[in-house]
């Protein structure tokens, strides 16, 4: 005895004021009766303060109450009953807040930060009955924005990676013998589109070890009076293993994961923002030595360099 909810879209990606249709599927080895079939979607904001990224006031608070975004309940089928086998029933909920002033924000999976969207199935039996249910998350992203011209093309910045441009500590040895490392990448794309660019090593005493980007995500929370922001990583890719042949370039090719990754928000009591971090990882004895720990710490041998990351969604 079971039910189930199948969607209409296979990637259970949806935009307001569309409506979320599919089918609700029951597995019975006898009829049931039932007091009625609801359907009910749900969207929210979830945010929580971890004591690391806010100070002792601010971590009191800990799991704050969610923001609604949306809360919506239709009646499938009145009391009745369903049949032994298998049974399928269609449904269909239009996307919208029921006229109220509300946004519907993309989906997103965060650190502190979670703006989730959830269709829920009830099949209420009687009181000595356990109702079946049933639930499954949909995705659902932005309104498609009507640009006036062309669509938005990736924003390319130039970056450079010097024993001067550094602001921690260095080995001796790459202090005085000196690196150079040039490139560009894109701080402003579609979040559907890869995170694009290109880096040459055009100098450096010391051989490379690895060059890695990091894909990081800033969440800011509105507590009280205050904000806690923590930074975390989204993700790293690996761009070059090994030293590698000065004055090449290398393609620099990300692609971003749609749930951890959303365009870039600035709500009122909450913002999530993105950063690109180009890591160069460079081949000392003391690397072989080190313990693991936070990749974004610095470390004697590794030179990096950061430059924030604007995602959008558009047509």
């Given at each position: 005895m079971s039910v189930e909810i199948k969607l209409s879209r296979s990637n259970?990606?949806?935009?307001?004021?569309?409506?979320?249709?599919?089918?609700?599927?029951?597995?019975?080895?006898?009829?049931?009766?039932?007091?009625?079939?609801?359907?009910?979607?749900n969207g929210s904001v979830?945010?929580?303060v971890r004591g690391g990224s806010a100070g002792f006031i601010e971590s009191i608070y800990g799991v704050l109450k969610p923001i609604r975004i949306v809360k919506k309940t239709i009646q499938v089928h009145?009391?009745?009953?369903?049949?032994?086998?298998?049974?399928?029933?269609?449904?269909?909920?239009v996307l919208n807040d029921g006229g109220k002033e509300g946004k519907f924000y993309e989906t997103f999976h965060g650190e502190n930060i979670s703006i989730q969207y959830l269709l829920h199935v009830d099949v209420v039996r009687g009181y000595l009955h356990k109702s079946l249910s049933a639930t499954v998350e949909f995705i659902v992203e932005s309104e498609l924005v009507v640009l006036p011209e062309k669509p938005i093309s990736p924003e390319m910045v130039f970056f450079y990676i010097t024993q001067d441009t550094q602001r921690h500590s260095l080995l001796p040895q790459l202090?005085?013998?000196g690196f150079k490392i040039s490139g560009r990448i894109c701080t402003q794309c579609l979040v559907s589109d890869p995170l694009v660019g290109e880096l040459t090593v055009e100098a450096s005493a010391v051989p490379v070890y690895s060059i890695d980007i990091h894909l990081l995500r800033v969440e800011s929370i509105m507590v009280g009076e205050n904000i806690a922001t923590e930074t975390s990583i989204v993700q790293t890719t690996q761009i070059a293993d090994g030293d590698v042949c000065h004055s090449l370039p290398l393609p620099i090719y990300v692609m971003l994961p749609r749930l951890l990754t959303c365009p870039t928000m600035f709500a009122g009591p909450f913002s999530v923002e993105f950063k690109v971090t180009i890591v160069v990882t460079f081949q000392t004895e003391l690397y072989n030595m080190q313990t693991k720990s936070d990749p974004r710490a610095f470390r004697k041998w590794v030179a990096m360099e950061s430059l924030p990351l604007e995602l959008v969604h558009s047509k």
């Open positions: 259970r990606t949806y935009r307001p004021n569309e409506p979320l249709q599919g089918k609700i599927i029951t597995r019975l080895p006898c009829s049931i009766s039932h007091r009625g079939i609801h359907v009910t979607v979830n945010l929580q009145p009391s009745g009953k369903i049949s032994a086998g298998t049974t399928e029933m269609p449904f269909s909920v202090k005085s013998g």
